[in-house]
């Protein structure tokens, strides 16, 4: 007779933990709603009672410049709802031996799954276009088709991300007029980073279904911790530009080379070139000349610029993380591309729909959408562009490189500050523009540096080949 004691416990556990995340909810919500409001909002000729808010409009009623902290705790919460059950269940399935039994169901399929891969099938193929064949194909492409793919790459990162750069802007700083002519602000960023990934992870399953890649070594939860580190930094890169200006932004994202590398060496005992380096503190220099000679009236105060310079620094610190995180799973796992970008968007998914989920986000999310039907566009339009901008970065990478890579975005990011100050009227002093050149210049040498390195080392291997000892240098 089958057991069915293990499965029951495992769902327990996730009964109890939904218990647990109403009932602090509701705590949650009865101690804001019962504690003084900074910042009460007008209510203008309004002489009907209002509806009780939601968790989400009460955080958003208090103070901006600390705001956020406490909508920070409560989403941290929020993703402790999908992380805390999984470790239970993990441990639980662990001790008793769950993922050997010889009896199956649909609930051991799935833990399995989740927690100890799906089995080698399909590995020995290549997954992400880079096999022979295709280094064969882009052989025999003419320097026309050539040129073409390079336009249809361009065109298709540079059409993409500028017009969520743009979107992103206007979304978190610019009002929508509702009702009876009045304006406010969008304020969940939570809200836009699941609208974001959902549509990421419904175009990759789609095309994963497509190509048949179902299968693959990695245990699904090895994403969660890159989708963690990755809707963090999003957060605080959607939550920053309630702080500082679209250009202070685009700028810090060129510093995160040194969390980067900082991570880098604590994660995968990397060493760096001395050029590296040297990049690195022209990038931090040039940043601090553009802070110190850019304004933003609308947020110029010391309080609201340094929580701006903190919210990037945490968003360098997790999308860091990320890139070496997902540099790991490459390595360990040989996984496609497309199923690292399925995958990460799959827990972002799970995470924000339960942050969301807890604090009434989705509800406070809608009445503001069906208020301001610009918004409702503005968010498609976000979610798709940044959608196609992943698959633009995969395909170009595969077909180009890393430095063509590099070098379009980098153009990328000269135009978005271009368009940001063109569009929304910032303000940047000859000494941020002078901070501007040294950071694209540091971005250019690097590349350059990067690039002679490697000819240097194919040449060094060379001449071993003929019984040459010099060791690579390289000159900067």
């Not at 406490?70 to 805390?84: E, K, P, Q, S």
């Amino acid at each position: 007779m089958r057991n069915y004691v293990p499965d029951i416990i495992i769902l327990f556990i996730v009964i109890v933990t939904i218990t647990i995340v109403r009932l602090v909810s509701h705590i949650l919500h009865e101690t804001l709603s019962d504690g003084p409001n900074l910042v009460v909002p007008p209510a203008e000729g309004i002489a009907d009672p209002q509806p009780e808010l939601s968790l989400s409009q009460l955080i958003d009623q208090k103070s901006k410049e600390y705001s956020w902290l406490l909508r920070l705790m409560v989403n941290i919460f929020g993703y402790l709802c999908i992380f805390v059950p999984g470790v239970l269940i993990y441990k639980y399935a662990k001790r008793t031996k769950y993922m050997e039994r010889s009896e199956r169901s649909h609930l051991s399929s799935l833990v399995k799954f989740c927690f100890s891969g799906s089995g080698t099938d399909g590995l020995d193929r290549p997954l992400d276009g880079q096999s022979g064949a295709g280094k064969g194909a882009a052989a025999k492409r003419t320097t026309a088709q050539e040129c073409v793919l390079l336009c249809y790459c361009l065109v298709g990162l540079m059409g993409s991300y500028l017009t969520w750069g743009v979107l992103q802007e206007k979304i978190m700083t610019q009002e929508y007029e509702g009702p009876e002519k009045r304006k406010s602000h969008f304020k969940d960023s939570q809200f836009l980073v699941f609208s974001n990934r959902v549509l990421g992870f419904v175009i990759t399953a789609v095309y994963l279904i497509a190509k048949r890649q179902f299968r693959h070594r990695a245990p699904l939860y090895k994403y969660s911790f890159a989708s963690f580190s990755n809707i963090m930094s999003a957060w605080f890169q959607y939550e920053a530009l309630k702080f500082v200006n679209f250009p202070t932004q685009v700028l810090a994202k060129s510093c995160k080379i040194i969390p980067v590398m900082i991570m880098g060496k604590i994660i995968s005992r990397n060493k760096y070139e001395f050029y590296e380096y040297l990049t690195a503190v022209m990038i931090s220099v040039g940043m601090i000349f553009f802070l110190t000679g850019s304004t933003d009236e609308s947020k110029a105060t010391a309080m609201t610029t340094l929580t701006g310079v903190l919210l990037l620094t945490f968003y360098m610190i997790f999308d860091s993380f990320t890139s070496n995180w997902q540099g790991e799973l490459f390595k360990s796992y040989s996984m496609s591309s497309i199923q690292m970008m399925c995958g990460v968007n799959l827990f972002s998914t799970l995470f924000t729909g339960a942050s969301l989920s807890m604090q009434g986000g989705f509800y406070s999310s809608l009445v503001f959408a069906v208020d301001h039907p610009k918004f409702v566009v503005d968010c498609v339009i976000l979610s798709i562009s940044s959608a196609i901008g992943q698959l633009f970065i995969f395909y170009t990478i595969a077909t180009f490189g890393a430095v063509v890579f590099t070098i379009i975005m980098t153009l990328r990011q000269a135009i978005a500050i271009l368009l940001s100050c063109l569009i929304y009227q910032h303000r940047i002093s000859f000494l941020g523009v002078i901070g501007v050149l040294i950071v694209f210049l540091a971005i250019f040498l690097r590349v350059y540096c990067n690039q002679r390195l490697k000819a240097i080392k194919q040449r060094h291997q060379s001449a071993q080949g003929t019984g040459s000892g010099s060791k690579p240098r390289i000159n900067v």
